[in-house]
């Protein structure tokens, strides 16, 4: 039996692909020798122990919570929090730690309770399902463009035109594949923005996404020519990325459409004087 199998089989409260992690990182013994091969094939007398070191469980950190029933809880995320991590072995407390504490939506994976994400660097309105059926409603008003998400921004210089659809389709650069950028060949996206206030060198814009795509409004600002301030993958680093996802309109379980808001971090207004 191959090493990770045999693992996940005697240790399944632990997902086949987070022991093969484990293995990688070094917390698996074969005969008392570190075995950092997950394809390593397990003779039967073969002796295997683990030394998986306990990670934090962050008990007492918490998140201003926006509202919450039986079915969702809506939080005001901070910048510079994950919404998930992005494997096992991530340390650092996120939404999804503290989703779990209410949830039984996907409490067996890295990402319960969520349904969706904000990247890091980005504040705000940030929804949470607390059981399955939930999830479902939710994923699928995400998924067929059913909500409504409103955005504030400070970005560098000012767009040409004081209020605009930008519809431009998104892809990954390939040459690196963590970025995005505007393709011909892309997925099709479209961002309405507004410009709020402006000074010669940055403007206050709204923005709203028609569309879901990574990245899309950072990638939509930059090709226009106004990237967010502090966006250090599209534009110059600052403090801090002042993107913030201020409203989100939504249909809860019991059918009643509601309108969740966090109000705009007041170092935006500090920038937008600059």
């Known amino acids: 039996m191959r090493l990770d199998a045999y693992l996940a089989q005697y240790w399944p409260d632990t997902s086949r692909s987070t022991w093969q992690k484990y293995v990688k990182a070094g917390y698996v013994k074969v005969n008392g020798k570190i075995e950092t091969s997950t394809k390593r094939t397990l003779e039967e007398d073969d002796e295997v122990t683990t030394n998986v070191p306990e990670l934090p469980t962050h008990d007492e950190a918490t998140l201003p919570v926006i509202y919450k029933d039986e079915n969702v809880i809506v939080i005001n995320k901070p910048v510079g929090v994950l919404t998930h991590s992005k494997d096992a072995l991530n340390s650092e407390f996120t939404v999804a730690d503290f989703f779990k504490r209410f949830t039984t939506y996907h409490v067996d994976t890295n990402r319960p309770g969520i349904v969706h994400r904000l990247d890091r660097d980005t504040s705000g309105v940030l929804i949470g399902a607390l059981n399955d059926e939930t999830a479902k409603l939710l994923q699928r008003q995400f998924s067929t463009h ?44 479209q961002t309405i923005y507004k410009v709020l206030a402006s000074t010669a060198n940055r403007s206050l814009v709204e923005l709203q996404p028609l569309t879901g795509r990574t990245h899309q409004l950072r990638v939509h600002m930059a090709h226009i020519g106004a990237p967010i301030h502090g966006d250090k993958v599209y534009g110059k680093p600052a403090d801090r990325m002042y993107l913030h996802a201020a409203k989100l309109e939504i249909t809860i379980p019991d059918g009643q459409r509601m309108l969740f808001a966090a109000d705009v971090p007041p170092e935006f207004a500090a920038q937008e004087n600059k």
């Open 146 to 189: 059913k909500t409504k998400k409103t955005y504030v921004a400070v970005v560098d210089g000012a767009p040409n035109q004081p209020e605009a659809i930008i519809d431009l389709p998104i892809g990954r650069n390939p040459k690196k594949p963590s970025k995005f950028r505007v393709d011909p060949n892309g997925k099709s996206a």
